[in-house]
């Protein structure tokens, strides 16, 4: 079973050399944390700002350069401030080569489904219609289960929508799965982790052929 | 040129009344027009309809007009962070609209440009579509959203020169500009406020014939909302 982190590694595996990313906020911000060596790839963050350096020094915060989740960042050399429509012509546009997000549920027809819980939570969507609205790759990194362990990789949502067949991909704490029109595609196990115990915590249509290959972390 | 300078923000909100449309830039409490949000506290005025990607914290931002109840409806992106917020909003007391943050900048964007409404694929077959105009293009559906209408907009920046122009710093851009495009009055508040001509004009973010009047703020806290850093010992 993999940790936060350690999702967060895998899917830094998917980065090309030359992508321009949009991370979304908890597991997906991680994944700046593990980009490979030999490529570049450059950090947009949606409240206006291309180059997302790391956090700054202690005692060389700015509150004038932060992240859309209002954390306190860096501007790498080369990277540029804009406003907010601008930020969203290069996310609608589709300038922005893959987009990793978080998320409560995710169906096999790809909808994700990840800003309000009914009656509990409604903290409001942000930028993520936007984004799955419109990304040419989205990825989605996320537990397999809820906390009560009820599976999150369903046949429909149940939580209001965020946006419509737009997930490609999935890298759980249990799997990383394709999603196709056959629904989700297993296609890595975490070490240590079984297909059955993969197929328990997926409501939805999981297709397993072949043999699944373990997770290189 | 034309001079738009005024004293101080009592003097820059004149002629805000209750139940007007706001704007207000800002994202998080980054960019803030914190010395109008003030000025409105201290002037009470009322049934505010306020137009804002975020709500501000409990205690800073728009949250100083949430205690005190002057706000009626937020439209909004993002609402997270603020308890006050949170209670009103399950009360009843306050009436909240969330659209996309795409489509938030958008709709500021296209009030300013003139354009009064437009299509977008943001937030099509979800509860935001509900009621809208879908049409497709290029095999994919999107749903007509028009252009805001506001009063006023506030707007925060770093300098400002007394024909309105306007250059800001880092990511405090954010929502700034177009909302400033977009007020039918715009009051630009700023850090620094020069003389015409003092600003290099090929630097200017903002032109000054999108500003109505322009005062330097008295104070800045420009509070951090997540105080996020690392060690001068680590190697990264």
Same mark, same amino acid.
């Given at each position: 079973?993999?940790?936060?982190?350690?999702?967060?590694?895998?899917?830094?595996?998917?980065?090309?050399?030359?992508?321009?990313?949009?991370?979304?906020?908890?597991?997906?911000?991680?994944?700046?944390?593990?980009?490979?060596?030999?490529?570049?790839?450059v950090f947009?963050?949606?409240?206006?700002?291309l180059g997302m350096g790391p956090?700054?020094?202690?005692?060389?915060?700015?509150?004038?350069?932060?992240?859309?989740?209002?954390?306190?960042v860096t501007v790498l050399p080369g990277g540029?401030?804009?406003?907010?429509?601008?930020?969203?012509?290069?996310?609608?546009?589709?300038?922005?080569?893959?987009?990793?997000?978080?998320?409560?549920?995710? *169906?096999?027809?790809?909808?994700?489904?990840?800003?309000?819980?009914?009656?509990?939570?409604?903290?409001?969507?942000?930028?993520?219609?936007?984004?799955?609205? *419109?990304?040419?790759?989205?990825?989605?990194?996320?537990?397999?289960?809820?906390?009560?362990?009820? !599976?999150?990789?369903?046949?429909?949502?149940?939580?209001?929508?965020?946006?419509?067949?737009?997930?490609?991909?999935?890298?759980?704490?249990?799997?990383?799965?394709?999603?196709?029109?056959?629904?989700?595609?297993?296609?890595?196990?975490?070490?240590?982790?079984?297909?059955?115990?993969?197929?328990?915590?997926?409501?939805?249509?999981?297709?397993?052929?072949?043999?699944?290959?373990?997770?290189?972390? | 040129?034309?001079?738009?300078?005024?004293?101080?923000?009592?003097?820059?909100?004149?002629?805000?009344?209750?139940?007007?449309?706001?704007?207000?830039?800002?994202?998080?409490?980054?960019?803030?027009?914190?010395?109008?949000?003030?000025?409105?506290?201290?002037?009470?005025?009322?049934?505010?309809?306020?137009? !804002?990607?975020?709500?501000?914290?409990?205690?800073?931002?728009?949250?100083?007009?949430?205690?005190?109840?002057?706000?009626?409806?937020?439209?909004?992106?993002?609402?997270?962070?603020?308890?006050?917020?949170?209670?009103?909003?399950?009360?009843?007391?306050?009436?909240?609209?969330?659209?996309?943050?795409?489509?938030?900048?958008?709709?500021?964007?296209?009030?300013?440009?003139?354009?009064?409404?437009?299509?977008?694929?943001?937030?099509?077959?979800?509860?935001?579509?509900?009621?809208?105009?879908?049409?497709?293009?290029?095999?994919?559906?999107?749903?007509?959203?028009?252009?805001?209408?506001?009063?006023?907009?506030?707007?925060?920046?770093?300098?400002?020169?007394?024909?309105?122009?306007?250059?800001?710093?880092?990511?405090?851009?954010?929502?700034?500009?177009?909302?400033?495009?977009?007020?039918?009055?715009?009051?630009?508040?700023?850090?620094?406020?020069?003389?015409?001509?003092?600003?290099?004009?090929?630097?200017?973010?903002?032109?000054?014939?999108?500003?109505?009047?322009?005062?330097?703020?008295?104070?800045?806290?420009?509070?951090?909302?997540?105080?996020?850093?690392?060690?001068?010992?680590?190697?990264?």
């Amino acid at each position: 079973m993999l940790s936060k982190e350690q999702i967060a590694k895998r899917i830094a595996r998917e980065l090309r050399d030359g992508y321009y990313v949009n991370l979304g906020i908890g597991i997906p911000t991680l994944v700046a944390n593990y980009v490979p060596e030999d490529i570049e790839v450059v950090f947009q963050s949606e409240n206006g700002l291309l180059g997302m350096g790391p956090f700054p020094y202690e005692g060389e915060e700015d509150p004038d350069v932060i992240n859309a989740g209002k954390q306190t960042v860096t501007v790498l050399p080369g990277g540029v401030f804009f406003d907010s429509s601008t930020s969203f012509a290069m996310i609608r546009g589709r300038h922005v080569h893959l987009t990793v997000l978080g998320a409560m549920e995710v *169906s096999e027809k790809g909808d994700i489904a990840n800003w309000k819980i009914p009656g509990k939570m409604v903290k409001g969507m942000g930028g993520a219609m936007d984004l799955v609205a *419109s990304a040419k790759n989205i990825i989605v990194a996320m537990m397999h289960t809820d906390k009560y362990g009820n !599976s999150k990789l369903l046949k429909e949502c149940t939580l209001p929508i965020t946006g419509l067949q737009c997930v490609k991909k999935v890298v759980t704490n249990l799997a990383v799965l394709d999603i196709t029109e056959r629904g989700f595609e297993l296609r890595e196990l975490a070490p240590g982790v079984s297909v059955e115990t993969v197929r328990k915590a997926t409501e939805g249509t999981l297709i397993v052929e072949g043999d699944i290959k373990t997770m290189e972390i | 040129m034309i001079n738009k300078a005024v004293r101080n923000a009592v003097e820059a909100i004149q002629g805000l009344k209750d139940g007007m449309t706001v704007m207000f830039g800002g994202f998080g409490l980054c960019g803030i027009p914190e010395n109008a949000i003030s000025a409105i506290r201290s002037a009470g005025i009322k049934n505010l309809t306020c137009i !804002s990607n975020n709500a501000g914290v409990d205690d800073f931002g728009l949250g100083l007009l949430l205690q005190t109840r002057q706000i009626k409806k937020m439209i909004s992106s993002y609402v997270g962070e603020n308890e006050e917020f949170e209670r009103q909003m399950l009360s009843g007391e306050l009436e909240v609209e969330l659209i996309p943050q795409g489509t938030l900048a958008e709709r500021c964007r296209a009030a300013g440009a003139g354009i009064p409404a437009f299509y977008t694929p943001a937030g099509y077959g979800t509860e935001v579509a509900v009621g809208k105009e879908v049409k497709v293009f290029n095999g994919k559906p999107h749903i007509l959203e028009y252009a805001f209408e506001a009063d006023f907009a506030f707007v925060k920046a770093w300098k400002g020169d007394t024909a309105g122009n306007l250059i800001y710093k880092g990511t405090a851009l954010n929502f700034n500009h177009v909302m400033a495009m977009a007020g039918k009055i715009t009051v630009a508040e700023v850090e620094e406020l020069v003389p015409a001509g003092a600003l290099d004009p090929n630097f200017i973010h903002t032109p000054g014939i999108f500003v109505q009047r322009i005062f330097q703020g008295a104070h800045y806290e420009k509070r951090i909302e997540q105080r996020t850093v690392r060690k001068k010992d680590l190697v990264v």
